[in-house]
């Protein structure tokens, strides 16, 4: 006798002589199969949604990287338009006190880009910025909204990267004492993304200069302070005149810095502040940069 055969039986067993296999099967109620009916519904609107998330998700993110595509091949053949490589400051500074001493008036003459042929593509263009051997290098544009520029590219395109901008209340031509220029943070490193490589000083000391070529010619800034700012802070006042105020202004740039650059800044210098969203967005990443010519 097996083992199976030798097990205890079942009061069912005892009661109509029938092994557990052997049983008649009910058929289920009305109920349970509603029940199970409700069930392969919900499942199956479950099972829905999750391929139209997964759909959607893949959608979402194929748009992004083709969008990150676009932007960036724009603003890679827009590089054809920069003719030369930036001049050392210290050499420029040099040639410029060379005319002084020789009567001659100190200037620096538009070479670098052309700047006609953007603004025969872009009427809104004023210039280019640039800090060497990183990825910054764009087109510089202006216009009297500040919103347009956040979601479209120098060509007007409707593209997430959107363009390096000035401040619409500023002046085009930098005559401000102080110019704010904005430039998203990309996933991609694109734009204005490596700013927040300045939250080094090793970073800062191998890239101290931003250059801004505009309709009178070439200029360096040189970099003073980097830091976080909130989007209410003093760093995005403008309108200011060579006073105490002003004075007090940079002060507060200075000493919010990350670290001591060893660049001192007076009433007497022109600066430019670059601003970038942070990665949570609760803020705002921030270089300032003086004028040296």
């Keep these: 006798m097996t083992a199976r055969e030798k097990r205890t039986k079942t009061k069912y067993e005892k009661k109509n002589g029938l092994t557990r296999e ?19 519904l919900l499942l199956g609107i479950f099972l829905g949604l999750c391929i139209c998330l ?5 959608w979402k993110l194929a748009s992004i990287l083709l969008g990150y595509q676009s932007g960036e091949k724009e603003y890679k ?6 003719l030369e490589e930036p001049e050392s400051p210290d050499a420029v500074l040099d040639g410029m006190s060379g005319e002084e ?6 200037s620096v003459p538009m070479t670098r880009i052309d700047l006609d042929s953007l603004k025969a593509l872009n009427s809104d263009a004023v210039g280019w910025i640039e800090i060497p051997d990183t990825a910054i290098s764009y087109p510089l544009v202006h216009t009297t909204d500040n919103t347009f520029y956040l979601t479209h590219t120098f060509l007007k395109e409707t593209n997430r990267s959107g363009s390096i901008f000035i401040e619409n209340l500023n002046s085009a031509d930098f005559t401000d004492l ?5 430039g998203h943070n990309m996933k991609n490193g694109s734009m204005f993304a490596g700013l927040k490589e300045y939250d080094t000083q090793s970073y800062f000391e191998a890239h101290p ?6 309709a009178d010619g070439s200029h360096c800034y040189q970099i003073f302070s980097c830091h976080e700012a909130a989007e209410t802070d003093i ?21 919010a810095s990350l670290y001591d650059t060893g660049v001192d800044v007076s009433t007497d210098d022109s600066v430019i502040t670059l601003s970038t969203c942070t990665k949570n967005g609760e803020s705002r990443f921030v270089v300032h940069a003086k004028k040296l010519y």
């Excluded at 997964?54 to 893949?58: A, G, M, N, R």
């Design 101 to 106: 001493e020789d009567g001659g008036e100190a």
């Design 77 to 82: 053949e827009l590089r054809q338009y920069v």
């Design 235 to 255: 760093t995005y006042t403008i309108g200011y005149q060579a006073n105490d105020t002003y004075a007090s202004f940079l002060e507060s740039l200075k000493s």
């Design 54 to 58: 997964l759909i959607f998700s893949v």
């Design 22 to 40: 052997e049983r008649p099967r009910r058929r289920p109620t009305a109920r349970q199969r509603r029940t199970r009916r409700i069930r392969s």
């Design 178 to 182: 102080h110019t704010i220029i904005y």
């Design 209 to 214: 200069y931003v250059y801004v070529d505009l």
